[in-house]
């Protein structure tokens, strides 16, 4: 199983980038797929994840401005991001479990759950 990010850079504030995380080796469409972020010196936190079906779960942090997507037909999950703000620059991961969102829980957003993870990709705000 791999996971693959792409798009990280640098973004002024109030700007847009949109991730991209490409999966191979597995079923990617009845998985649980998440974007989370790490910030210097703190916690990997869940921001946003996405079911088969294409229900989503957002962090209260950035809920309105980040929307996760994702393309069964490409096997592929986005993290379209705007209005970036100040706390928002952190590296940036793709995870994806071996379940579905729905049985993981009603805020699949902890690390726990997660089986895969991609190497990260970084963002930062000027």
């Known amino acids: 199983v791999q996971l693959v990010e792409s798009g990280g850079g640098s973004v002024q504030a109030g700007g847009s980038l949109r991730l991209s995380c490409a999966a191979s080796?597995?079923?990617?469409?009845?998985?649980?797929m998440a974007w989370f972020r790490q910030a210097p010196g703190k916690e990997r936190e869940g921001i946003a994840s996405?079911?088969?079906?294409?229900?989503?779960v957002y962090d209260d942090s950035v809920k309105g401005r980040f929307t996760i997507t994702r393309d069964k037909a490409k096997n592929t999950q986005y993290l379209e991001m705007n209005s970036m703000a100040p706390e928002d620059p952190a590296v940036y991961y793709c995870?994806?479990?071996?379940?579905?969102?729905?049985?993981?829980?009603?805020?699949?957003?902890?690390?726990?759950?997660?089986?895969?993870w991609g190497q990260g990709t970084q963002v930062t705000v000027s």
């Open positions: 080796g597995y079923t990617y469409s009845t998985y649980c």
């Open positions: 996405i079911d088969y079906d294409g229900s989503t």
């Open positions: 995870a994806a479990a071996r379940l579905a969102c729905y049985v993981l829980g009603s805020v699949p957003l902890k690390k726990y759950l997660y089986n895969y």
